[in-house]
């Protein structure tokens, strides 16, 4: 089956600083790839759509200037976290859909800004 | 606005016991409805998933919802449940517009406890 794979599993890093986290498709090209958020305790809330080659697409109250997406290929999807604050520190997870599988999710990214 | 409901937020069943969990969404037109499961420290898994046919899906481990279209609901449900299956429990939808670009939303989740 589809496997996406991301990394770090863990950061930390200290405020003031960027980070950025991988998303790959490992198995399956996937020009849609979809970045969420998962506050603990709580649901995941969907940040924004990444499409290959053009600009993601963000929702409605996700700061397009401090999470930066890109996806320079069919393959990898980078999530940014910029000027990190500890307000930011959360789980990031990344998931990609194969057409007619189904979406297939990142083990998450867990985030801590000291 | 899009939306989807979980109803129960935090479940405790007794080993044995049967589970029902609800979903709802707000949306009409042709969708596609899913239930993931999140047990401790691990990855999103899907459960089962439903794009179309027989409204009565199963799923691994045991699982099965219904989708009722008349009523916009996706619960899920497991005749005996185990320890095992303590987790949280996210249904989610997303509208079928025939491309990749579907966008899949989540409800708030349900965290199930199993007591042996």
């Known amino acids: 089956g589809a496997v996406v794979s991301q990394h770090p599993s863990r950061v930390i890093c200290k405020s003031g600083t960027s980070v950025k986290i991988e998303c790959r498709s490992l198995?399956?090209?996937?020009?849609?790839m979809f970045w969420y958020r998962q506050f603990p305790k709580q649901s995941l809330m969907l940040m924004a759509t990444?499409?290959?080659?053009?600009?993601?697409t963000y929702e409605q109250g996700v700061e397009k200037d401090k999470f930066l997406i890109n996806h320079a290929s069919l393959t990898l999807s980078t999530l940014t976290v910029t000027s990190a604050h500890p307000e930011d520190s959360s789980f990031y997870i990344c998931?990609?859909?194969?057409w007619g599988f189904g979406y297939t999710f990142g083990s998450g990214t867990r985030l801590t800004v000291v | 606005a899009q939306s989807v409901s979980q109803h129960n937020h935090h479940v405790i069943l007794s080993e044995a016991a049967s589970l029902e969990l609800g979903c709802n969404y707000s949306?009409?037109?042709?969708?596609?409805l899913f239930w993931y499961v999140q047990y401790p420290g691990q990855h999103l898994q899907l459960l089962l998933k439903?794009?179309?046919?027989?409204?009565l899906v199963k799923g691994i481990k045991g699982f099965e919802a219904e989708f009722i279209k008349s009523k916009f609901s996706f619960n899920l449900r497991k005749p005996s449940v185990q320890w095992s299956d303590t987790a949280e429990y996210f249904c989610a939808v997303n509208r079928d517009y025939g491309g990749a670009t579907n966008k899949l939303i989540f409800g708030t989740g349900t965290l199930l406890a199993v007591q042996p």
């Open positions: 949306y009409g037109g042709t969708v596609n």
């Open positions: 990444s499409n290959e080659g053009s600009k993601a």
């Open positions: 998931s990609a859909r194969e």
């Open positions: 439903y794009f179309s046919g027989d409204p």
């Open positions: 198995d399956f090209q996937a020009t849609t």
